[in-house]
């Protein structure tokens, strides 16, 4: 055995006498390994449960500095409640697994839905695991089945299931009787509030003037 390292490193010796400076210093350079998967389909699972499902057509898995994984060929993914069943849905263009800090990025085309009719579309966008929650600092907007939009151009913090959004920087459009979207607060120190469907009326027509109060009432001298 000792004898064939020798013979190895001896060949590799003589190898490297021929070759440019460039190769010999590629050489000295970290090599990455990738691993391609086809047709990919995934779950994760807390306490036992399952809490999502991926698919995608390709799947990349990169063992460098940093080990992590691309989707670079659009993923899917669905959400599932307690009770098993599906609450949310996910796609994307392209997204990056970091298994190191457990997360996913995800960009272009983001675009998530929910068994209410609320979709939330945004231009990139973190998915945390551990806290369940989806982030983003570009601009995000959101609506719902009514018509109800809302718009946040620094950006967004939301639960998967999409009940709770706050938006950085709001402004929006309610087209329901509500006085704004369920589910979605807007952010403390946000500007911007949520604006009426009929803008058009000017403030003359719909302001009222002060009621003027009675004269008080005198009573008879006996």
């Given at each position: 055995?000792?004898?064939?390292?020798?013979?190895?490193?001896?060949?590799?010796?003589?190898?490297?006498?021929?070759?440019?400076?460039?190769?010999?210093?590629?050489?000295?350079?970290?090599?990455?390994?990738?691993?391609?998967?086809?047709?990919?389909?995934?779950?994760?699972?807390?306490?036992?449960?399952?809490?999502?499902?991926?698919?995608?057509?390709?799947?990349?898995?990169?063992?460098?500095?940093?080990?992590?994984?691309?989707?670079?060929?659009?993923?899917?993914?669905?959400?599932?409640?307690?009770?098993?069943?599906?609450?949310?849905?996910?796609?994307?263009?392209?997204?990056?697994?970091?298994?190191?800090?457990?997360?996913?990025?995800?960009?272009?085309?983001?675009?998530?839905?929910?068994?209410?009719?609320?979709?939330?579309?945004?231009?990139?966008?973190w998915w945390d695991q551990n806290k369940?929650?989806?982030?983003?600092?570009?601009?995000?907007?959101?609506?719902?089945?009514?018509?109800?939009?809302?718009?946040?151009?620094?950006?967004?913090?939301?639960?998967?299931?999409?009940?709770?959004?706050?938006?950085?920087?709001?402004?929006?459009?309610?087209?329901?009787?509500?006085?704004?979207?369920?589910?979605?607060?807007?952010?403390?120190?946000?500007t911007g509030t949520p604006l009426p469907?009929?803008?058009?009326?000017?403030?003359?027509?719909?302001?009222?003037?002060?009621?003027?109060?009675?004269?008080?009432?005198?009573?008879?001298?006996?």
């Amino acid at each position: 055995m000792c004898l064939r390292y020798v013979l190895v490193a001896a060949v590799l010796l003589l190898t490297a006498c021929e070759n440019t400076d460039e190769e010999i210093n590629a050489l000295g350079k970290k090599v990455s390994m990738t691993d391609q998967a086809i047709k990919v389909e995934g779950y994760l699972s807390q306490g036992g449960k399952a809490k999502a499902r991926l698919t995608a057509p390709v799947m990349l898995r990169v063992q460098a500095d940093t080990i992590y994984t691309e989707f670079p060929k659009t993923l899917h993914v669905d959400f599932y409640n307690d009770s098993a069943k599906i609450e949310s849905k996910l796609d994307a263009k392209y997204g990056k697994y970091m298994e190191s800090i457990n997360m996913i990025y995800l960009r272009d085309s983001v675009r998530v839905t929910t068994v209410r009719g609320d979709t939330l579309y945004c231009q990139d966008l973190w998915w945390d695991q551990n806290k369940q929650l989806f982030y983003t600092h570009k601009p995000a907007r959101s609506i719902n089945k009514a018509g109800d939009r809302m718009q946040g151009d620094d950006g967004m913090q939301a639960t998967q299931d999409l009940k709770d959004i706050k938006f950085i920087n709001s402004h929006g459009q309610v087209k329901s009787d509500q006085t704004g979207i369920p589910g979605q607060a807007i952010a403390p120190g946000a500007t911007g509030t949520p604006l009426p469907a009929d803008t058009t009326r000017k403030p003359a027509d719909t302001a009222r003037k002060p009621a003027v109060p009675a004269p008080p009432v005198t009573p008879p001298a006996k």
